[in-house]
């Protein structure tokens, strides 16, 4: 299981890179949830439906997904990779785990894990280029609270949907349509125009979406909710790598060692 949530920390690493690379952020995210939707619908033809009791879960988290995306291009426009990439997928296992902890209570090695990821995630914001402001932190912070939210709604979700995977697919083809209408005027119709010259975009970001997502709820059916979303965050060694050999973001000490910190606590989940 841990290997299989690497995998998909790699993939959230890479699509939400791609994003942060585009000018127009808001276009780039759409064509995202575009790509992913269009997954999703091709694989709820092939798969059952998931389970009814599922459903008020699917509906929760598409609306949170909508509050998700919007502030995803806000953090990306005010702010490096490398500094709001950090504060929103470290802060949300920490909140995740303090959420949880009433009904899935983590013994002291998951809490020593989740609290060096956490500790990860603070110590690269440090360092680099890019500046502390109000402008670029608050929005991140804001992206890990509806992050750590929907983490938890599909936590509960997928666990009574029977089929972890139709629930992905359905979950994505919900929320990428209800992130179009939501975000309609704000495209103008520029959209269209965009996927016609940005295809791989939406393609391969939709695959890089969909599949991390479905890779961590179906985690979420073998082990607790915080495990699995701390785990998860060691994307964040993958995005700061990706901020300084790809973006070629000013990376310092600082955030390297914020992303050791990240692999010591992926590493103790391994062993806990």
């Not at 690497?6 to 690379?21: D, G, I, Q, S, Y």
């Not at 599922?54 to 509906?59: G, T, V």
């Not at 013994?107 to 440090?126: K, P, S």
């Not at 393609?203 to 969909?210: C, E, N, S, Y």
Request: proline residues 4%; positive net charge; contains cysteine.
């Amino acid at each position: 299981m841990p290997a299989t949530v690497l995998c998909a920390a790699f993939l959230h690493a890479a699509w939400n890179a791609a994003v942060k690379a585009e000018s127009d952020k808001l276009l780039a995210s759409m064509a995202v949830s575009t790509g992913a939707a269009l997954l999703g619908a091709l694989a709820a033809l092939l798969l059952p439906a998931p389970a009814s009791a599922s459903w008020p879960f699917i509906a929760a988290s598409t609306g949170l997904h909508i509050v998700y995306y919007l502030l995803l291009a806000r953090s990306y426009g005010q702010a490096d990779i490398s500094l709001a990439y950090p504060l929103m997928r470290g802060c949300a296992p920490v909140l995740v785990a303090l959420a949880s902890a009433w009904t899935e209570p983590l013994h002291a090695l998951q809490l020593l894990a989740v609290v060096l990821v956490g500790c990860g995630a603070v110590a690269t914001c440090f360092g680099g280029a890019a500046r502390l402001t109000r402008r670029a932190v608050v929005p991140a912070l804001l992206t890990a609270v509806v992050i750590a939210a929907y983490t938890l709604v599909d936590g509960l979700g997928v666990r009574r949907s029977g089929a972890p995977a139709s629930y992905t697919a359905w979950l994505f083809l919900c929320s990428g349509i209800a992130v179009l209408l939501a975000c309609r005027y704000r495209l103008g119709g520029r959209l269209p125009g965009f996927l016609k010259t940005k295809p791989q975009l939406a393609l391969l970001g939709g695959v890089a979406t969909g599949g991390s997502y479905a890779i961590v709820l179906w985690a979420m059916t073998q082990a607790p909710v915080a495990v699995v979303a701390a785990l998860r965050e060691t994307s964040i060694v993958f995005a700061v790598a990706i901020a300084a050999w790809v973006l070629r973001e000013r990376v310092g000490r600082a955030r390297v060692l914020g992303a050791l910190l990240i692999a010591g606590g992926a590493a103790t989940l391994r062993l806990a």
